[in-house]
T-cell receptor, first 113, second 116 residues
Framework: KQEVTQIPAALSVPEGENLVLNCSFT??????LQWFRQDPGKGLTSLLL?????REQTSGRLNASLDKSSGRSTLYIAASQPGDSATYLC????????????FGKGTRLSVIA | GAGVSQSPSNKVTEKGKDVELRCDPI?????LYWYRQSLGQGLEFLIY????????KSGLPSDRFSAERTGGSVSTLTIQRTQQEDSAVYLC??????????????FGSGTRLTVV
């Protein structure tokens, strides 16, 4: 059974700092990995989608890497801003077309002005 | 529509009552997913539909939970005889399909269910 773990569970940083969020998964046979953002009381917003054949994806100040063989992904946020404060969720789609996303419990990020 | 729409956004119900949660996916999205997010917990998969069919119902937590989808569009999640442990945010997502391609998932804002 696929399990996804995110470390740390919570993180507080001063504005402007670069930071890394970690995600690990137990079954390396995945199709893709997605990072989502969730604001309080809101749904999930997809940030980056990495296919299993890819090593990284970038969008603005966000960069996500994938090391499928070791079961790890990182989300790098450059020059953090207070507006980045949210919960960041990692999710994988395992090697079956009918398997939904399996989520980690998220990292709650606070960026202090 | 432009996004995934869920209703109601909030629902408070008495223990033992039945509730219906609705999800209206993005037009043309054939796959629809229901997840539950309890306080302090990760997202728990409940059920998904490909068209009107639900190939995998193993995530439903008990026989009090059921879901249907009609016309390949709107889906309803029904919880009968609600219990306090059913209190959670119920999230719906849709995607173009369930194949292992570059299909993104679009989530709705969720229904916050509180059983008192």
């Amino acid at each position: 059974k696929q399990e996804v773990t995110q470390i740390p569970a919570a993180l507080s940083v001063p504005e402007g700092e670069n930071l890394v969020l970690n995600c690990s998964f137990t079954d390396s046979a995945i199709y893709n990995l997605q990072w989502f953002r969730q604001d309080p009381g809101k749904g999930l917003t997809s940030l980056l989608l990495i296919q299993s054949s890819q090593r990284e994806q970038t969008s603005g100040r966000l960069n996500a890497s994938l090391d499928k063989s070791s079961g790890r992904s990182t989300l790098y946020i450059a020059a953090s801003q207070p507006g980045d404060s949210a919960t960041y969720l990692c999710a994988v789609t395992s090697y079956s077309g009918n398997t939904p996303l399996v989520f980690g419990k998220g990292t709650r990020l606070s960026v202090i002005a | 529509g432009a996004g995934v729409s869920q209703s109601p956004s909030n629902k408070v119900t008495e223990k033992g009552k039945d509730v219906e949660l609705r999800c209206d996916p993005i037009s043309g999205h054939t796959a629809l997913y229901w997840y539950r997010q309890s306080l302090g917990q990760g997202l728990e998969f409940l059920i998904y539909f490909q068209g009107n069919s639900a190939p995998d119902k193993s995530g439903l937590p008990s026989d009090r939970f059921s879901a249907e989808r009609t016309g390949g569009s709107v889906s309803t999640l029904t919880i009968q005889r609600t219990q306090q442990e059913d209190s959670a945010v119920y999230l719906c997502a849709s995607s173009l399909g369930t194949g292992p391609t570059n299909y993104g998932y679009t989530f709705g804002s969720g229904t916050r269910l509180t059983v008192v």
